[in-house]
């Protein structure tokens, strides 16, 4: 099994900044890709950033220029970076991990949600 945690979201001001983790540990094998959601109250849960293994990274167009992903491979940690936070970024963010463990192939695990809210 693989358990994620997450941390750093909060309230912040349109215009601010805010910086979340998720920490995978567990019986890992290998990690595939690591990677953000986020879901909006009404809307459906949608890909903020994604980093495959190897280093590739991609973001949804609403984000790019804004955001910014990075791994800490020798910590399991994904991080990401919010800059210039608008209103309609307010969401509960989602960690998502793609990993092998030495019971089972390859399985999405999700941490439990951070809520981000950009309000002045």
């Known amino acids: 099994q693989v358990q994620l945690v997450e941390s750093g979201g909060g309230l912040v001001q349109p215009g601010g900044s805010l910086r979340l983790s998720c920490a995978a540990s567990?019986?890992?094998?290998?990690?595939?890709?690591m990677g953000w959601y986020r879901q909006a109250p009404g809307k459906q849960r949608e890909l903020v950033a994604v980093?495959?293994?190897?280093?590739?990274?991609s973001y949804a167009d609403s984000v790019k220029g804004r955001f910014t992903s990075s791994r800490d491979n020798a910590k399991n940690t994904v991080y990401l970076q919010m800059n210039s936070l608008k209103p309609e970024d307010t969401a509960a963010y989602y960690c998502?991990?793609?990993?092998?463990?030495?019971?089972?192939?390859?399985?999405?695990?999700w941490g439990q949600g951070t809520q981000v809210t950009v309000s002045s």
């Open positions: 998502n991990v793609r990993a092998s463990t030495r019971g089972s192939d390859y399985m999405d695990y």
């Open positions: 980093i495959i293994s190897g280093g590739s990274t």
């Open positions: 567990g019986s890992i094998r290998s990690i595939f890709a």
